[in-house]
Every structure is written in structure tokens, then in C-alpha cells.
């Protein structure tokens, strides 16, 4: 499957931003969908992850209560809605698909396809 993450930016700290993953795959239903991020320096790390219907989701501790993941299966996208941006969250943001791993295992890493990034850059 083919990833292809958008909505990044520039934007000021308290502001937010909605991420959106394209995936060329018809039956993205079937795949853990994850975001991921690494900032400049700082190796690749976790960011959010949703099951195949939707029903579990995980945060890293310092995203959660600011960033939701979404997805629409109809419509092949998951997204990440990213309130109260601060300068930390700098970095470039990867989608990540999955389709045998479960959530818990996409947020250890362990993931089979990335898409290419898309820079946020908070100011502060």
C-alpha cells in the first residue's frame, strides 16, 4: 500500500492542525493505521495509532488529550487532528499502515509500510 501524508505546516503554538494519510489501497479497512514523528536529531517515535475499525486508539503520553487519530475506511484516510500545538511537537509526522500487526505492535514500532512525511513546525 501507498502512503501519502498532507496537511503540515507552519503555525503558532496553541494553534492546530488536521494530518491527512492517503492510502492507494482499497481495503484499508484491513490495516492498523499509526502516525509516527521525528524531529530534527531525535530518532523516529510514536505518535498515535487506530485499530482496523476504529475501536482502539493509542497516544503517546505527550500528544495525549491534544491530538485525536480518526479514519474513514470508505474514504481510504485516517487523519490526526493536532489542538494546542507547542514548539515540541516540531517535527516531520509519518504515516504508517500495518496490515497484520495489531494496534499494540504498530505502537511499538513494528510496522510494514511508510509514507512519506509532512514537516509541522510550531512556533513558539
Known amino acids: 500500500v501507498q502512503l501519502q501524508a498532507s496537511g503540515g505546516g507552519l503555525v503558532q503554538a496553541g494553534d492546530s492542525l488536521r494530518l491527512s494519510c492517503a492510502a492507494s489501497?482499497?481495503?484499508?479497512?484491513?490495516?492498523?493505521m499509526g502516525w509516527f514523528r521525528q524531529a530534527p536529531g531525535k530518532e523516529r517515535e510514536f505518535v498515535a495509532v487506530?485499530?482496523?475499525?476504529?475501536?482502539?486508539?493509542y497516544y503517546a503520553d505527550s500528544v495525549k488529550g491534544r491530538f485525536t487519530i480518526s479514519r474513514d475506511n470508505a474514504k481510504n484516510t485516517v487523519s490526526l487532528q493536532m489542538n494546542s500545538l507547542k514548539p515540541e511537537d516540531t517535527a516531520v509526522y509519518y504515516c504508517?499502515?500495518?496490515?497484520?500487526?495489531?494496534?499494540?505492535?504498530?505502537?511499538?514500532?513494528?510496522?510494514?509500510?511508510w509514507g512519506e512525511g509532512t514537516q509541522v513546525t510550531v512556533s513558539s
Open positions: 504508517a499502515a500495518d496490515p497484520v500487526r495489531t494496534a499494540l505492535s504498530v505502537r511499538a514500532g513494528a510496522v510494514n509500510y
Open positions: 489501497e482499497r481495503t484499508i479497512s484491513s490495516y492498523t
Open positions: 487506530i485499530s482496523r475499525s476504529g475501536g482502539i486508539t
